[in-house]
């Protein structure tokens, strides 16, 4: 495998995990710690307006791409793989990600450098960025209530821009993954 790194390295080649996470007004509760024999509340509120992220990682070197979009399909799909080749112009890059429907659509327009591989099937722990969601959704929507879905992108905004090549790395990290 470190032969493998030495090359992309070399031929200026990223690899990335892809991944979409659905962000919205629908609350979500999560355990918290109290003080022994109280309970504690958390309000909740239904909602049906979301919003999308759509976000790559490489665990490697911390490096990521994200766009925040209104809808999962395969013309969002277009327009995040033409913005991460604009990103990543003069590299080249291999872009892992799972089986949506959208990720292998006849519609789809991957550009000339991107590569796209696909992971097995229903295995959303082999995806590092599904850390990166969990993380998120903790630190801005568990247990809270938001009024619109600009307070929430707000929220995810301000945390996304806190992220560190390094705290990515940490976030990302997975054992199956020797590089």
Known sequence: MREESAIC??????ILFFDE????LMSTIMRKWTLKGSRSEVKVKQGYKNFYIYASVCPKTGESFSLFLPE???????????ELSRYFEGGRVILVMDKASWHKSKGLKVPKNIEIKELPAYSPELNPVE????WLKEKTIHNRIFSSLK???????????????????????????NF
């Open 72 to 82: 999962v399909n395969t013309g969002m799909m277009n327009i995040y793989l033409e």
């Open 21 to 24: 996470g659905r962000f919205g």
């Open 9 to 14: 390295e070399r031929e200026n080649i990223k």
């Open 131 to 134: 850390r990166l969601w969990k």
């Open 151 to 177: 307070e929430i992108m707000d929220a995810v905004t301000e945390e996304i821009n806190k992220l560190t090549k390094e705290k990515i790395m940490t976030l990302c990290r997975c054992n199956y993954l």
